[in-house]
């Protein structure tokens, strides 16, 4: 039987629901994940930390699809909510050409601005001819990787979960394959895992952009748009803790490179580069229950059905908690044989990958806390707070952390700043929800 978003959820229906959106997520960071060992084992331990190096800008660049979608579902599922689909589908189409647009934009500025950010991320002589190389060849795929980051969201909205799971499988395998043949087989380097991730992404952004535009039985369709500057700016608000949270987690990123470059040079940045894929990995369960979720409560909120957004928060607490505890465990029981996976091939590098881990792995406790509280309040409409707690974990609270913690603990204190950020960004979204129950309800 379908679910609806007018449901009344349990537990069983909430995961249900939400679980085609987490494996979505789980789903493209796993092929992420491929990229990288095929980098790291078949091109070497040098290639690999370039890639890792520029990664975060090329993200910076992506983040408007997740402001777009995000922004835009809150916005979209309060209308459906209202029982506007007319508009809904408006919106939803006129976001949809604004993102190819902007894509396109955005990839041309970013491929001028490549080579003078990598070498302002400290790339030296050797890494920097592949930071340029591959940020530039990826960018062709930018409009793309947009697009299928905004469908995430619009999947779900339209009440199609399971068709976003297998777009996203279908981009995630053509990304393996590609990988395997190009770098594995025929050997062509970072020029070969680049054009592996634009394959992939091409065909993540153009089959949702087929099924919207033909006949469908999901909520949405593309068709005739108008301007809408109302809802462009609204969509915007909504999705601001999006681009906050993607900017400044790339930016904190580059901030953790630097340093590790600083206390532990190449072998620093290679290893972060491992945490950073499996981390994602880990996250991704709490982001892709978050957004599958948050269509749910935008459309009860637009039912004015107060009732149903207090049990979708008390049981997506319950069933964080336990996702929390487990994913702890499975980090600390993991981290060696996953660095083993990576960068096996040198000991020194695996030993700091190992003890960088276990210390790591302490964020998952806190992470789901404000990864959910700032979408619950995207959904809501409320993009101020969610927008506040994005910004204050990681541009605040974790550039903090990693700027202070090397200087009492050397390598460590750079593994514990983001455990520290977690913790403390989880106390400010507890407040927030506590504060704002009455005003929403719930």
């Not at 087929?210 to 909504?238: E, P």
């Not at 590790?260 to 892709?288: C, H, P, Q, R, T």
């Not at 520290?420 to 005003?439: C, I, Y």
Request: proline share 3%.
């Amino acid at each position: 039987m379908d679910i609806r978003l007018s449901d009344h959820f349990s537990y069983g229906r909430l995961l249900r629901f939400a679980l085609p959106t987490i494996m979505m997520i789980v789903f493209t960071s796993i092929y992420g994940i491929v990229d990288g060992f095929f980098i790291s084992n078949f091109v070497g331990k040098t290639p690999f930390a370039a890639i890792n190096l520029i990664y975060p800008f090329l993200m910076i660049l992506g983040v408007f699809g997740f402001i777009f979608g995000t922004g835009g579902s809150a916005l979209i599922g309060r209308l459906l909510g209202e029982g506007e689909r007319e508009k809904a589908n408006s919106v939803f189409s006129f976001l949809v050409y604004t993102t190819v647009f902007v894509g396109i934009t955005v990839a041309l500025a970013g491929f001028l601005a490549m080579e003078p950010v990598a070498r302002l991320l400290g790339a030296d002589a050797a890494m920097l001819p592949d930071c340029v190389l591959y940020g530039r060849l990826t960018l062709i795929g930018l409009p793309f990787v947009m697009l299928q980051f905004e469908f995430h969201s619009f999947f779900v909205t339209s009440e199609k979960p399971k068709l976003g799971f297998l777009a996203t499988i279908a981009a995630g395998f053509t990304n393996m394959i590609f990988d395997f043949i190009l770098v594995a087989v025929l050997r062509f380097g970072v020029v070969g895992a680049a054009l592996a991730t634009v394959a992939s992404q091409i065909v993540g952004g153009i089959v949702p952009l087929v099924y919207f535009s033909r006949k469908n039985t999901s909520l949405l369709k593309l068709g005739k748009t108008v301007f809408d500057g109302s809802a462009l700016l609204k969509t915007c608000t909504n999705g601001a803790s999006e681009f906050v949270s993607g900017v400044s987690m790339s930016l904190v990123s580059m901030l953790y490179n630097i340093q590790l470059m600083k206390y532990a040079g190449e072998n620093g940045v290679a290893a972060y580069g491992v945490l950073m894929y499996v981390n994602f990995l880990f996250i991704s369960i709490f982001i892709g229950y978050a957004v599958g979720t948050a269509p749910i409560v935008s459309y009860h909120l637009g039912a004015r059905n107060r009732p149903e957004l207090k049990n979708i928060l008390e049981r997506s607490v319950r069933i964080l908690a336990v996702s929390a505890l487990t994913m702890f465990l499975a980090g600390e029981l993991l981290a060696k044989p996953i660095a083993m996976i990576f960068v096996g091939y040198d000991a020194g590098l695996t030993g700091l990958t190992v003890s960088g881990f276990r210390i790591f792995s302490f964020n998952f406790l806190f992470a789901a806390i404000p990864i959910y509280g700032s979408s619950f309040f995207t959904a809501l409409n409320d993009g101020f707070v969610s927008a506040t707690i994005s910004f204050l974990r990681t541009v605040v609270f974790e550039t903090a952390a990693v700027l202070l913690l090397p200087l009492l603990f050397g390598v460590d204190g750079i593994w514990f700043s983001l455990v520290a950020a977690e913790f403390v960004a989880g106390a400010v979204t507890l407040a927030f929800l506590a504060s704002k129950r009455k005003k929403y309800g719930y």
